[in-house]
């Protein structure tokens, strides 16, 4: 789901539509392969976006004019004038326009091939696992879910369906972050540290990510993804124990059900240790990985646009420029390309699970105060 101000939602009506309808080491812009004989001249996969809210409208929809292999043709909403209104300005035909109750329906329309699902956490399992038993392919916002046992069950469905599930981690597919896995691997000396940092001040209290039930947490479960997932790709590896601290301001309206920040600590099995921050109280966003000959560190790490990499050896400081792309035109053609080679995504929903397993792990142990093991 979406994690900082610049991703912010607005979901007007989701609860009547909830009501109704109840890292790999390297990681490379993927290319494209030759057409296949009897394919269709320049194929594009089909998407739906189910839920308008800002970040569909914002930063989805304009997507799509960037992507190669990736069209957009469906709209599920709970608001169908404003539905009528997007698909008006982008060109999606009415007769592709579903809401939570006739969602199901999808199953019968040729002209989607996958659903991008862009709504609250804990809407995510459900229209993922009625997407998946419709036919559909499923692309769905982080957090994959509220529970690992949620993810295991969309990953089950998605497997007995036969159909690809990949997670929109944006990041794995953004030139500054790849360049700074290469470097965190090998371009300043062995890896000893992951420095990772990621808040944002949130706004109205009455907002869904601050009521529990429905974002499962608090800023851990929303910007604080960012930071496990960037001592988990920087590392390129699965941590194997866990420290934690939580603090909320008191008397702070917004944090009545759920944290506002929490420090945390990983060990990986290589010996890397991650110091991790994700706080809604604050804005800042950074990830450093300091090795023995150096360091290099992406400040704002996180942002749609304006990413800057800074790299530390043998006493000077540089900061390459690199192209920048629409990361999330960049996703959603990557995951295209694997409906189209028939490939696996670089962020299955496997990456999500492991996500939910260690963030859980981490709950666990701000509560318990101790450290918590990790399965290998």
């Given at each position: ?123 995510h399992a459900e229209y993922t696992i009625r997407g998946a038993q419709a036919g559909k392919h499923i692309l769905c916002e982080k957090p994959m879910a509220n529970t690992p046992d949620d993810c295991r069950e969309m990953i089950a469905t998605c497997r007995k369906a036969n159909r690809k599930l990949m997670i929109g981690y944006r990041l794995h597919y953004e030139p500054y972050t790849q360049r ?146 629409d990361q999330f035109a960049a996703e959603m053609d990557h995951f295209s390309e694997c409906i189209l080679n028939d490939t696996e995504p670089k962020t299955p929903g496997d990456e999500g699970l492991r996500d939910l397993v260690a963030m859980m792990a981490i709950y666990e142990a701000a509560k318990a105060q101790k450290t918590v093991t990790l399965a290998a």
């Amino acid at each position: 789901m979406s994690n900082a101000p610049w991703e912010r939602l607005s979901r007007r009506k989701f609860l009547e539509a909830s009501g109704a309808g109840l890292v790999t080491s390297r990681l490379a812009v993927p290319t494209v392969r030759a057409q296949g004989p009897g394919e269709p001249s320049g194929r594009k996969i089909r998407y739906a976006l189910v839920g308008l809210g800002r970040l569909a409208i914002g930063q989805l929809m304009p997507a799509f004019a960037s992507c190669k292999h990736s069209t957009l043709a469906a709209f599920v909403s709970g608001d169908r004038d404003k539905a009528l209104k997007y698909a008006a300005e982008y060109g999606v035909d009415p007769k592709n326009i579903y809401n939570y109750d006739n969602y199901d329906t999808i199953r019968d329309n040729p002209e989607v091939d996958v659903i991008y699902i862009v709504l609250p956490n804990f809407m995510h399992a459900e229209y993922t696992i009625r997407g998946a038993q419709a036919g559909k392919h499923i692309l769905c916002e982080k957090p994959m879910a509220n529970t690992p046992d949620d993810c295991r069950e969309m990953i089950a469905t998605c497997r007995k369906a036969n159909r690809k599930l990949m997670i929109g981690y944006r990041l794995h597919y953004e030139p500054y972050t790849q360049r700074l896995i290469e470097l965190a691997q090998g371009g300043v000396g062995q890896l000893k540290v992951v420095d990772a940092s990621a808040a944002f001040n949130i706004g109205d209290p009455n907002q869904w990510r601050l009521r529990r039930k429905e974002a499962g947490g608090g800023s851990l479960m929303d910007i604080g993804i960012y930071a496990l997932q960037a001592a988990r790709y920087l590392t390129g590896e699965e941590p194997s124990e866990v420290n934690a601290m939580e603090y909320s301001t008191a008397g702070d309206p917004r944090f009545k059900e759920v944290e506002e920040t929490i420090n945390f600590q990983l060990r990986f099995p290589s010996g890397v240790l991650a110091n991790c921050v994700s706080s809604y109280g604050v804005s800042y966003n950074r990830f450093r990985a300091i090795g023995d000959e150096g360091w290099a560190e992406l400040e704002p790490a996180s942002a749609y646009h304006g990413l800057h990499l800074r790299v530390s050896r043998e006493k000077s400081v540089d900061e390459p420029e690199l192209p920048a792309i629409d990361q999330f035109a960049a996703e959603m053609d990557h995951f295209s390309e694997c409906i189209l080679n028939d490939t696996e995504p670089k962020t299955p929903g496997d990456e999500g699970l492991r996500d939910l397993v260690a963030m859980m792990a981490i709950y666990e142990a701000a509560k318990a105060q101790k450290t918590v093991t990790l399965a290998a």
